[in-house]
C-alpha cells in the first residue's frame, strides 16, 4: 500500500470527509482492520481565504507548494489536494515534487466520460465557475460541455460556501436555493451536475437530485485509494 498525502485544512470540514471516505474505501477493499497509509498537512484555511479574496495567488501558491514538498518529505507516494478551487496551482505544486498529483477534475470527469455524460453544470467556489483552470481542463481534456450559473446565482453558491458550509453550518434554507440553481441548469440542458467545491456535499447529495450528482470529494478520495492499491 501507497502512502496518501493530503493537502487539507480548506477547509478541515472536507477534509474530515476525505480521510473518512479514504479509510471507509480501503477497508472495502482490503477488509480486516485496514486502514489507509496516509499523511495530512492541515494548512491555517483563514490564511488561504484570504490571500484568495485579494487576489494573491503567488502567495497561496507557494503555501501549496511547501505543504506538498513536507508531505514528500515525510514519505507520500502520491499529492491530493483536499479542495477544489487550490487546483488552481496543481501544475506548480506538481512541479515542485517528485511524486504525481491526483488532479480532482481528472477523477471526476473520467466518471462522467465513462458513464457517457455530454453537458455537464458546474458548481463551486466563484473562483472554479468563473475562472479557465478547471473549467476548461473538463472542456480540453476530456471534451464536455461545462455550463455554470448566472452571475447572481453564482454569488449564492459562492456565499454559502464560505459563509456557511467552511463554517460547518448547514442550512435548510441554503440547501433549497442550491436545488433551485440545480434545476435552473438541468432545465438549460444539463445532463449532470458536479457537486465542485468539496464542501457542497455537505448540504446537497443524489438523493436530493433528479440528475446525476457528481460528488467531487468522494471521487477524488476514491482515486487516491485506487493509486494507493495500484500494483506497479
Same mark, same amino acid.
Given at each position: ?22 479509510? @471507509? /474505501? ?42 506538498? @514538498?513536507?508531505?514528500?518529505? !515525510? ?55 468563473? @475562472?479557465?483552470?478547471?473549467? !476548461? ?16 446565482? /453564482? ?33 438549460? !440542458? ?27 470529494? /468522494? ?14
Amino acid at each position: 500500500m501507497k502512502t496518501i498525502g493530503l493537502i487539507g485544512g480548506m477547509s478541515w470540514e472536507s477534509s474530515l470527509l476525505y480521510y473518512q471516505i479514504i479509510n @471507509q /474505501r480501503i477497508k472495502e477493499k482490503l477488509g480486516g482492520h485496514h486502514s489507509a497509509k496516509s499523511l495530512m498537512y492541515s494548512v491555517d484555511f483563514q490564511e488561504i481565504k484570504t490571500l484568495q479574496h485579494q487576489g494573491k495567488w503567488d502567495e497561496a501558491t507557494q503555501i501549496m507548494i511547501d505543504s506538498a @514538498q513536507k508531505l514528500e518529505t !515525510g514519505g507520500a507516494d502520491v499529492i491530493v489536494i483536499c479542495t477544489n478551487t487550490m487546483h488552481k496551482m496543481a501544475k506548480e505544486v506538481e512541479e515542485s515534487v517528485t511524486i504525481p498529483l491526483l488532479h480532482i477534475a481528472d477523477a471526476t470527469a473520467n466518471e462522467m466520460v465513462k458513464d457517457g455524460m455530454k453537458k455537464v453544470a458546474l458548481l463551486g467556489t466563484a473562483f472554479t465557475m468563473e @475562472q479557465d483552470f478547471y473549467k !476548461g481542463r473538463l472542456i480540453e481534456k476530456f471534451g464536455l460541455d461545462v455550463i455554470v450559473p448566472n452571475e447572481a446565482e /453564482r454569488v449564492i453558491i459562492h456565499d454559502i460556501i464560505y459563509q456557511e458550509l467552511c463554517l460547518g453550518i448547514i442550512n435548510e434554507e441554503s440547501k433549497h436555493s442550491y436545488l433551485k440553481i440545480i434545476n435552473n441548469l438541468s432545465q438549460q !440542458g444539463a445532463e449532470t451536475v458536479i457537486l465542485g467545491c468539496t464542501e457542497i456535499t455537505l448540504l446537497v447529495s443524489q438523493d436530493d437530485c433528479s440528475i446525476p450528482v457528481y460528488d467531487t470529494t /468522494r471521487l477524488h478520495a476514491e482515486s487516491a485509494v485506487d493509486f494507493a492499491l495500484k500494483v506497479d
